[in-house]
């Protein structure tokens, strides 16, 4: 079952472009989309998550229409937002049981299960009886992703879930989304690059609302092949460098500027060539230095 | 740093919407009000305050529409001065905030000032919307005078701005410290109790002093010192800023300012913002293993449409227990029920009589004390159901779960409804406990269930409905709690409007007045018919609700519209065509009746029938007519049916000196009434020897005839009648109720009259004038003799005979005048047969008939008899020693009583009072039966007893004497029941009984004169509707008048009254007759109290100034007292002037008990006099006029405490 999507467009009514002529095919497994702030990724995850309206276009995951059997999708759909909050007073275990009852799990016993199972698999279950006022902002969204499993789930759409976290946090959310992204298809939207590259066999990159590029995360960074390349530069030359060549990033590296550009050759003296990764990619995409035609995205 | 914050505040509030929406609003309402107030709608018959002679650009009307407006912004101050602290918290920039380098006292005076300096400008939209309206061409000018801006500013300075700052200091310190919005709403609606509570109060006289200072608005204290105001006091004076109002203000302004010093104190400027508090757990986390991949345990999931339904209880029962499981819900249940139990426990009633705590009074004051709450408990509770999971910020997450829309809202909807079924049992409880600690356990469960469930719980419930339509539009939680409560202003606003037809007036229901006697009776039809019509179209509301729900992001109406329309399935489409089908059928159905069968009555729309009578037929006034001299009736009741029949023959005499050939006869018209008549068919009106119709009017019920040959003096000529009065259907609000299932009292405004009637005739002179009609004529002037030929109680006859025979259903009796000749029963029905056996008036035809049971007792050789609801015998004991120490007092000192028979008849507490007939007095159930008087107080109120002795009374005044119809007339009939019925109390209960009653009786006057709305008038020529003269005043001068020149002289003078022009008329005696027999008695040195309480308007004005005492050689005591003495004559309009003393006052001292130790008529001739007088004991209080017998402006001030010299 893919999640087809063809042609979204969403405009707000104080004119900005959200979704411009979206197309994209999403198969079975994690796919990240990545972009930076305001690119319309959660415009795109909140109109497949069935809580906004397209002003046209078309989304189907397997026979299901999304856009206007929004009941069926929320049948086979786990949601975690961006944000959210949890009614502070209520346990972890109680609530969980309660998101089971609206997620169609009415045996009881069965219920118990789920919810015992997915406590443990994302490690609460010592922390079931504990107010969810208490929580960590991990064990929050842990919590946010275990109520997205419930109900098994054919599609679980991910919005942000890593913004906030520590690393250890991160580490440990990400092999909970690996564990359960292998036979579903989990949209993961991100704007930290590493989140793509470590969990995601298929990636979007969506920017100003439309679709920059799309495809497997090596292949695509295979494309920039030895064509990037690395040079420390003193501070104040990093404009001169911006004008000059195609500059993807420049960061700081023990108190000097290190800048990355695009170049099909040695740009000039000083340049090293660099094994291209995911971050240099999304950062040439979104600069607009790759060119990909839309065609491409949809198979 | 303050002056930055206060911008940043103000300016923060300036760029919100909202501010503009209040703004407007209050600008709107302030408008509205004066033009309300100032005639702009012609059929608006109700004013503000300000009817009458008060105009509507008086200070007096302009500080109550302001004070009144700004009263509705409670909530807006709860949310503005919440919101001044509590909107860093819900944004979660506290942080900012709390590690800026600015002082705590910086922080919270620069966001109290702002907040209130933005309150400021909203409220002052208030003034400016009046001050607008005013100048509005469509008010009518006779409403505006001269208007100054302080008058529109002083509102401001005494009441709204310390209003603002008090109710402010609430709201801010309760979101400050509670770090909570709900905290603010139990606060706004704490605020309200103060001022139930206050307005509770004040409605019992003594504690008006405790009760203006309780009153946290400020209102009452207002109203304590403009109550006696007279209508030109109201329309010059400013309300001046001292005594009470200044306390008030003072005592509340430093409340509020000790809340703010103390949120100073306890607001904590540190981080640990509670409730979000995100500490992070034990490091164990850290060593947590990768979790296994296992798979989840494969649950099956049914989502079929009975798995909804049991979703939607279980979700209902969480939001319901999420609701009632809250401290602020109990708070609120708990004020509510306090509230309820103290409304119900003191009981009020006229003259503050205590009554047994009936069911149906435990509902009806109970109900009202906790339906403020229940209001304000759907408003508060719709929003935080409707924003829970927002304001949670679990609606993604929710909107996204695989949930029907309709169980969403369908179970916050069903949760407030059960927290409905929750509160309208707590009214019962409250009910039962009350009546408990009374220790009256006849607790009628059946009639709680009924009025609880079948009415009160419907009504909540269309509100429930209403209320979550409302926060779905508005889809602003503050701005939604606004909106309510300006549906719950138009609730108020709008039938004063004379917009009266509940089709339209969403979710309202008529009225209804329960009795114990005839249930629900009439009132029960329209109550269910509007329940089906308002329930059908709730459910209507509640489809379009579901339509509109909030979920997901897209939260605009109009995207939302036009969801609607994608999510609307058969089964919705279905419903709501069938609903809309129904709600149209029923609505169908209600039109016919209420418009079709009946007409819709307004105020407005019988002003205008009896308008139309005047204009058109007054003309025939002069037309010499007739006059009825027997009268035989035959009625046949037809309860069940509510139908009357009136056949019979009146016989008339032509007693003036030329031939008559023309006869005029008024049938009271259906429409001139406020309480709808029942329809009248003419079956046979016909005068025996033929007839031509020369005039048919018979919406106004006016006809002439013309005869075939003319009447000669002394011809007499019989008129035929066959009247038929039914009530077909059911009527928008107020059905007729003289003819009921239980318990009917007609009168003779049922039989047909003779001629033009004056009765017809508007009194009210705004009214008149709405009407474009003159100033009221009243009553002929005393000097017109030719209007003594017609008597006070009826134009169309002097003495009749009375013969008639009564039928009723067979389980009622049913009585008229007269003593009963023959009773039987004959095809299922009961019979009756009434004759006098002397004449009496015309104007003294009743009947009455339902299921009684009798009390019979003597009087030497007269029957006593009290016919009464079976249940209501609380207080025959004490009706039966009115009728006996009545007639015992107005034989001795009067005139024998002139029948064989003296009967009470119960009748509904459709009206409140008690009237005299001959031999026969209906009273009301709503005034005697179900009182409880306590017997040891002295001067507790023996209404009952006051009410018989005052009825029996009539008996000599009415039925004895008739005054002529002249000004005045009420000053023989209804002035002299009064002072016979104060006499008999004070010869049955004692002196000590009379000074709390004769309080009141001067309290009524005062309060009386100041809400005149035409032009007060001495007793002397009093009007009939100016009871306030004629019952309190009257009472009272008399009163006065027996103690300054004695009892027998007064009773020797109303005996001669009474043996001169006892049974005797026409031409009939005036109020200047009873004054010349009354100045016969009347030594010199006394005649000049007529002049001052007869012939003008007095008042005075007097006081102790101080009272010292010292002790003399021989053990006795010499007081010295100091008192003030100001004596005012006054006109119609209230304007008075002094004028000099030399008057005999009262001088007393009394010792601590109470007892006079002196008490003495001194002359006083300066304003300023003192007095030495020596007594036996310790003096206690010294005074002037200590009794009040005079009217006394000011009552309270009269003594003084004796200090020791």
Same mark, same amino acid.
């Given at each position: 079952m893919d999640l087809r999507i063809e042609n979204l467009s969403k405009r707000y009514p104080n004119g900005t472009q959200a979704l411009e002529d979206v197309s994209l095919n999403i198969p079975q497994g994690m796919f990240g989309l990545l972009g930076p702030n305001g690119a319309g990724k959660s415009t795109l995850m909140r109109t497949l998550a069935t809580l906004q309206e397209a002003d046209s276009g078309r989304a189907t995951l397997g026979d299901i229409d999304v856009l206007r059997h929004k009941d069926a999708v929320r049948r086979v759909l786990g949601y975690l937002p961006q944000e959210f909050g949890l009614y502070p007073k209520v346990s972890a275990e109680g609530l969980l049981a309660h998101f089971a009852v609206l997620k169609g799990i009415r045996n009881a016993k069965e219920r118990r299960e789920v919810v015992q199972a997915l406590l443990q698999q994302t490690n609460l279950y010592e922390h079931r009886k504990q107010a969810l006022g208490s929580f960590s902002g991990g064990m929050k969204q842990r919590f946010g992703i275990a109520q997205a499993l419930l109900g098994n789930p054919?599609?679980?759409?991910?919005?942000?879930?890593?913004?906030?976290?520590?690393?250890?946090?991160?580490?440990?959310?990400?092999?909970?989304?690996?564990?359960?992204?292998?036979?579903?298809?989990?949209?993961?939207?991100?704007?930290?690059?590493?989140?793509?590259?470590?969990?995601?066999?298929?990636?979007?990159?969506?920017?100003?609302?439309?679709?920059?590029?799309?495809?497997?995360?090596?292949?695509?960074?295979?494309?920039l092949r030895g064509m990037v390349w690395r040079k420390s530069i003193p501070h104040d030359e990093v404009a001169n460098y911006r004008e000059r060549f195609q500059m993807i990033s420049m960061r700081l590296f023990a108190g000097q500027t290190v800048v990355h550009v695009l170049s099909a050759r040695p740009p000039e003296a000083g340049f090293d060539p660099v094994t291209p990764d995911l971050e240099d990619f999304y950062f040439a995409t979104i600069r607009g230095f790759v060119e990909e035609p839309a065609a491409v995205a949809v198979k | 740093m303050i002056a930055s914050i206060l911008t940043f505040e103000f300016a923060r509030r300036l760029r919100r919407i909202s501010t503009y929406v209040y703004f407007v609003v209050f600008f709107g309402l302030g408008f509205l009000f004066v033009l309300m107030s100032g005639g702009a709608f012609?059929?608006?018959?109700?004013?503000? #305050?300000?009817?009458?002679?008060?105009?509507?650009?008086?200070?007096?009307?302009?500080?109550?529409?302001?004070?009144?407006?700004?009263?509705?912004?409670?909530?807006?101050?709860?949310?503005?001065?919440?919101?001044?602290?509590?909107?860093?918290?819900?944004?979660?920039?506290?942080?900012?905030?709390?590690?800026a380098p600015i002082t705590k006292f910086d922080y919270l005076s620069g966001r109290f000032l702002g907040a209130l300096a933005i309150q400021a400008v909203i409220f002052a939209s208030v003034g400016l919307g009046t001050w607008t309206g005013t100048r509005m061409p469509w008010l009518d000018a006779a409403r505006i005078g001269q208007q100054s801006f302080y008058s529109y500013f002083q509102p401001y300075l005494t009441m709204v701005i310390p209003n603002l700052i008090f109710i402010s200091a609430i709201f801010f310190a309760l979101a400050a410290l509670g770090k909570k919005m709900l905290p603010v709403y139990a606060g706004s609606v704490i605020l309200l109790i103060g001022y139930f509570v206050a307005s509770q109060l004040s409605s019992d006289l003594t504690m008006s002093t405790w009760a203006a200072m309780v009153d946290p608005f400020g209102g009452n204290a207002i109203t304590r010192i403009t109550q006696y105001w007279t209508p030109f006091q109201r329309n010059t004076q400013i309300v001046p800023f001292t005594g009470v109002l200044l306390w008030n203000r003072v005592w509340w302004l430093g409340i509020g300012a000790a809340i703010l010093g103390a949120t100073y104190v306890r607001f904590s400027f540190s981080h640990a913002a509670v409730g979000r508090a995100t500490q992070n757990l034990k490091s164990e986390d850290a060593v947590e293993a990768i979790p296994t991949t296992r798979a989840l345990p494969l649950a099956s999931l049914r989502f079929s449409l009975g798995d909804s339904f049991?979703?939607?209880?279980?979700?209902?029962?969480?939001?319901?227990?999420?609701?009632?499981?809250?401290?602020?819900?109990?708070?609120?249940?708990?004020?509510?029920?306090?509230?309820? =139990?103290?409304?119900?426990?003191?009981?009020?009633?006229?003259?503050s009589t205590p009554v047994y705590p009936v069911t149906w009074r435990m509902l009806e004051l109970g109900g009202a004390g906790f339906s403020l709450f229940i209001l304000a408990i759907i408003t508060f509770y719709s929003g935080e159901l409707v924003w829970r999971e927002r304001d949670a910020q679990l609606n993604q997450i929710m909107d996204a779960m695989p949930v029907r829309r309709w169980v969403l809202f369908l179970s916050k909807l069903f949760a407030l409804m059960l927290v409905q079924v929750l509160l309208v049992l707590m009214v019962m409880v409250c009910g039962v406990f009350v009546q408990v600690l009374h220790g009256y356990h006849k607790f009628e469960f059946g009639l709680y269930f009924t009025d609880l469930f079948a009415h009160r719980l419907i009504a909540f419930w269309i509100l429930c409905v209403i209320a979550m339509l409302v926060h779905t539009i508005v889809n602003h939680k503050y701005l939604g709690h606004f909106v309510m409560v300006l549906y719950f202003v138009a609730g108020i606003t709008v039938p004063q409007m004379n917009l009266q037809?509940?089709?339209?007036?969403?979710?309202?229901?008529?009225?209804?007045?329960?009795?114990?006697?005839?249930?629900?009776?009439?009132?029960?039809?329209?109550?269910?018919?509007?329940?089906?019509?308002?329930?059908?179209?709730?459910? %209507?509301?509640?489809?379009?609700?579901?339509?509109?729900?909030?979920?997901?992001?897209?939260?605009?109406?109009?995207?939302?519209?036009?969801?609607?329309?994608?999510?609307?399935?058969?089964?919705?489409?279905?419903?709501?065509?069938?609903?809309a089908l129904l709600f149209v059928g029923v609505g169908g159905y209600i039109y016919y009746n209420t418009h079709i069968l009946n007409r819709l009555m307004t105020p407005y729309v019988f002003q205008h029938e009896r308008a139309q009578y005047e204009i058109k037929y007054k003309q025939y006034q002069k037309m010499p007519q007739p006059r009825i001299t027997d009268i035989e009736a035959d009625l046949a009741l037809y309860p069940d049916q509510r139908v009357a029949d009136f056949r019979g023959k009146e016989w008339l005499e032509?007693?003036?000196?030329?031939?008559?050939?023309?006869?005029?006869?008024?049938?009271?018209?259906?429409?001139?009434?406020? =309480?709808?008549?029942?329809?009248?068919?003419?079956?046979?009106?016909?005068?025996?020897?033929?007839?031509?119709?020369?005039?048919?009017?018979?919406?106004?019920?006016?006809?002439?005839?013309?005869?075939?040959?003319?009447?000669?003096?002394?011809?007499?000529?019989?008129?035929?009648?066959?009247?038929?009065?039914?009530?077909?259907?059911?009527?928008?609000?107020?059905?007729?109720?003289? =003819?009921?299932?239980?318990?009917?009292?007609?009168?003779?405004?049922?039989?047909?009259?003779?001629?033009?009637?004056?009765?017809?005739?508007?009194?009210?002179?705004?009214?008149?004038?709405?009407?474009?009609?003159?100033?009221?004529?009243?009553?002929?002037?005393?000097?017109?003799?030719?209007?003594?030929?017609?008597?006070?109680?009826?134009?169309?006859?002097?003495?009749?005979?009375?013969? #008639?025979?009564?039928?009723?259903?067979?389980?009622?009796?049913?009585?008229?005048?007269?003593?009963?000749?023959?009773?039987?029963?004959?095809?299922?029905?009961?019979?009756?047969?009434?004759?006098?056996?002397?004449?009496?008036?015309?104007?003294?035809?009743?009947?009455?008939?339902?299921?009684?049971?009798?009390?019979?007792?003597?009087?030497?050789?007269?029957? %006593?008899?009290?016919?009464?609801?079976?249940?209501?015998?609380?207080?025959?004991?004490?009706?039966?020693?009115?009728?006996?120490?009545?007639?015992?007092?107005?034989?001795?000192?009067?005139?024998?009583?002139?029948?064989?028979?003296?009967?009470?008849?119960?009748?509904?507490?459709?009206?409140?009072?008690?009237?005299?007939?001959?031999?026969?007095?209906?009273?009301?159930?709503?005034?005697?039966?179900?009182?409880?008087?306590?017997?040891?107080?002295?001067?507790?109120?023996?209404?009952?007893?006051?009410?018989?002795?005052?009825?029996?009374?009539?008996?000599?005044?009415?039925?004895?004497?008739?005054?002529?119809?002249?000004?005045?007339?009420?000053?023989?009939?209804?002035?002299?029941?009064?002072?016979?019925?104060?006499?008999?109390?004070?010869?049955?209960?004692?002196?000590?009984?009379?000074?709390?009653?004769?309080?009141?009786?001067?309290?009524?006057?005062?309060?009386?004169?100041?809400?005149?709305?035409?032009?007060?008038?001495?007793?002397?020529?009093?009007?009939?509707n100016q009871g306030y003269i004629h019952y309190n005043k009257g009472g009272m001068v008399m009163y006065a008048l027996q103690d300054y020149i004695g009892e027998d002289y007064v009773s020797k003078a109303l005996a001669a009254l009474v043996k001169d022009w006892g049974f005797k008329g026409p031409p009939y005696p005036t109020s200047a007759d009873l004054v010349n027999y009354l100045r016969k008695e009347t030594p010199a040195e006394f005649q000049y109290l007529y002049d001052d309480w007869f012939e003008n308007i007095t008042i005075f004005d007097n006081r102790a100034v101080s009272a010292t005492y010292s002790q003399l050689a021989d053990g006795k005591y010499q007081v010295h007292i100091s008192v003030e003495a100001q004596k005012?004559?006054?006109?119609?309009? #209230?304007?008075?002037?002094?004028?000099?003393?030399?008057?005999?006052?009262?001088?007393?001292?009394?010792?601590?008990?109470?007892?006079?130790?002196? %008490?003495?008529?001194?002359? =006083?001739e300066q304003e300023h006099q003192d007095f030495t007088v020596t007594v036996d004991q310790l003096p206690s209080q010294a005074g002037i006029d200590p009794l009040i017998k005079l009217v006394d402006r000011n009552p309270d001030d009269n003594l003084a405490k004796v200090e020791k010299q």
């Open positions: 054919k599609l679980i759409i991910v919005d942000e879930p890593t913004a906030g976290l520590d690393p250890e946090e991160r580490v440990r959310f990400h092999n909970l989304l690996s564990a359960i992204g292998q036979n579903i298809i989990v949209i993961l939207s991100t704007h930290i690059v590493s989140d793509v590259t470590d969990l995601c066999h298929a990636m979007a990159i969506i920017h100003e609302g439309r679709v920059r590029v799309a495809g497997n995360p090596s292949q695509l960074v295979d494309r | 012609p059929q608006a018959t109700v004013d503000f #305050g300000t009817g009458g002679k008060v105009l509507v650009t008086s200070p007096f009307a302009l500080n109550l529409i302001i004070t009144f407006v700004s009263f509705f912004g409670v909530v807006v101050i709860a949310a503005i001065s919440g919101q001044a602290t509590y909107q860093d918290l819900d944004s979660n920039s506290t942080a900012f905030f709390y590690t049991r979703e939607l209880i279980s979700l209902t029962s969480l939001q319901f227990s999420e609701t009632v499981k809250n401290v602020f819900f109990a708070v609120l249940v708990l004020a509510g029920a306090l509230m309820a =139990i103290f409304s119900a426990y003191d009981i009020n009633s006229p003259f037809d509940y089709l339209y007036r969403l979710g309202e229901m008529p009225r209804v007045v329960f009795s114990d006697m005839n249930g629900y009776g009439p009132f029960a039809a329209p109550l269910v018919w509007f329940e089906l019509y308002w329930g059908v179209g709730a459910i %209507l509301l509640a489809i379009l609700v579901n339509l509109l729900w909030v979920r997901g992001m897209e939260d605009s109406l109009r995207n939302r519209f036009k969801l609607a329309a994608v999510r609307i399935s058969s089964a919705s489409g279905t419903g709501f065509a069938v609903c032509n007693k003036s000196d030329t031939p008559i050939d023309g006869i005029a006869v008024t049938i009271w018209p259906e429409d001139v009434d406020v =309480i709808p008549r029942p329809h009248v068919e003419i079956r046979k009106l016909t005068l025996a020897g033929g007839q031509t119709l020369v005039l048919e009017d018979p919406s106004l019920g006016f006809f002439i005839y013309k005869m075939s040959s003319p009447l000669p003096p002394h011809g007499r000529i019989a008129l035929d009648f066959d009247l038929s009065y039914t009530n077909p259907g059911f009527v928008n609000s107020m059905p007729n109720t003289d =003819i009921v299932r239980n318990g009917s009292f007609v009168n003779a405004s049922y039989l047909p009259f003779i001629g033009y009637q004056q009765d017809v005739q508007l009194v009210d002179d705004s009214a008149r004038h709405r009407q474009h009609l003159e100033k009221s004529p009243g009553l002929p002037k005393l000097d017109d003799v030719a209007a003594r030929q017609n008597n006070y109680g009826s134009t169309s006859a002097d003495w009749v005979n009375f013969e #008639g025979t009564i039928s009723t259903s067979s389980d009622q009796t049913a009585i008229m005048p007269g003593y009963l000749q023959k009773e039987w029963t004959q095809a299922g029905r009961h019979y009756f047969h009434y004759k006098a056996d002397a004449p009496i008036l015309d104007g003294g035809f009743s009947a009455n008939s339902a299921g009684y049971t009798v009390m019979r007792d003597r009087w030497h050789d007269v029957n %006593l008899e009290i016919y009464y609801h079976s249940g209501h015998e609380f207080d025959l004991d004490r009706m039966v020693l009115g009728m006996k120490s009545s007639l015992d007092y107005c034989t001795a000192n009067f005139s024998p009583f002139q029948f064989k028979q003296l009967r009470i008849i119960e009748f509904p507490r459709y009206g409140d009072f008690a009237e005299s007939f001959p031999n026969t007095i209906p009273f009301s159930e709503g005034i005697g039966f179900i009182t409880y008087v306590d017997p040891q107080k002295v001067d507790a109120i023996n209404l009952p007893f006051f009410v018989t002795a005052h009825e029996t009374a009539h008996q000599w005044w009415g039925h004895q004497v008739m005054s002529a119809n002249t000004e005045g007339a009420t000053a023989i009939v209804e002035s002299l029941a009064q002072y016979s019925a104060l006499m008999v109390m004070r010869h049955t209960y004692g002196p000590e009984s009379m000074k709390k009653f004769l309080r009141y009786q001067l309290d009524g006057y005062l309060r009386g004169r100041a809400q005149e709305r035409n032009e007060e008038k001495p007793l002397l020529t009093v009007e009939p005012y004559r006054a006109d119609g309009k #209230g304007q008075e002037h002094l004028v000099p003393l030399h008057d005999l006052i009262d001088i007393g001292v009394q010792d601590a008990k109470g007892k006079f130790l002196y %008490l003495a008529k001194q002359k =006083i």
